[in-house]
């Protein structure tokens, strides 16, 4: 299996992303959320756009009472990404997609070498 440089541990903050290159031309966008490295497909199960490229949102949760009451929205502590194109929101942990979980991206482990992240493919 072939590892690609991502960037330098210094270089990625809480809530960064970076999108690298294969050199079979995949693209591979790779999450640093919570301390811990994510890695998956930059290709949307819809339609194929960039799914890693969207905005890194926290999940709305509904507040719904027993008698089936609405009492607002809140954020939860479980970060999203959004792909731009149309919508798609996946979760940062597993790479599901929110709205049907039998969509998912393929998932890339992300290494640490010293000084360097490098995600595997």
Known sequence: MAEV???KVAAMKDGDRQIVRTEDGREIGVFFSGGEYYGYSNYCA???????????????????????????????????????????EYDLKTGENVG??????KK??????????????
């Open 5 to 7: 440089f991502v960037s």
């Open 46 to 88: 819809h339609t194929g756009g960039p799914a890693c490229e969207g905005i890194i949102i926290p999940k709305v949760e509904e507040i719904v009472d027993e008698k089936k009451q609405w009492h607002g929205s809140r954020f939860t502590d479980t970060m999203h990404f959004v792909c731009p194109w149309h919508g798609w």
């Open 100 to 105: 049907d979980k039998k969509y998912k991206l």
């Open 108 to 121: 890339f482990p992300v290494v640490l070498r010293q000084d360097d992240i490098f995600v595997v493919t």
